[in-house]
């Protein structure tokens, strides 16, 4: 069965960086399109970035500019660049990925999630 473990989360203060990382396994893996969404307390769980098999992109508004999606098909691992880190971006990054090749931000189209891996922010 596929699964998506994360990793590279952490305690950085404003303006740092992080790197996340996202491995998929198990079979069949058939993954399209990946995502990394985020779910701070109290609020809903949301897509930060996206990319797919072609290495399209998407990015929130919020994080355009500061965060990078990347991916290696043949290592089936996805990656987020978190650079310019700001309080508000604390959260529970979740890895996501799906059979479709279409980007999607509603965590209903994602089939396949990692457990999460904790961002935290201090000013």
């Known amino acids: 069965q596929v699964q998506l473990v994360e990793s590279g989360g952490g305690l950085v203060q404003a303006g740092g960086s992080l790197r996340l990382s996202c491995v998929a396994s198990?079979?069949?893996?058939?993954?399209?399109?990946m995502g990394w969404f985020r779910q701070a307390p109290g609020k809903e769980r949301e897509l930060v970035g996206a990319?797919?098999?072609?290495?399209?992109?998407y990015y929130a508004d919020s994080v355009k500019g500061r965060f990078t999606v990347s991916r290696e098909n043949a290592k089936n691992t996805m990656y987020l660049q978190l650079s310019s880190l700001e309080v508000e971006d604390t959260a529970v990054y979740y890895c996501?990925?799906?059979?479709?090749?279409?980007?999607?931000?509603?965590?209903?189209?994602?089939?396949?999630w990692g457990l999460g891996t904790q961002v935290t922010v201090s000013s």
């Open positions: 996501a990925g799906r059979r479709s090749n279409v980007i999607d931000d509603r965590p209903g189209h994602y089939g396949y």
């Open positions: 198990g079979i069949p893996l058939n993954m399209g399109a």
């Open positions: 990319i797919d098999l072609d290495s399209k992109t």
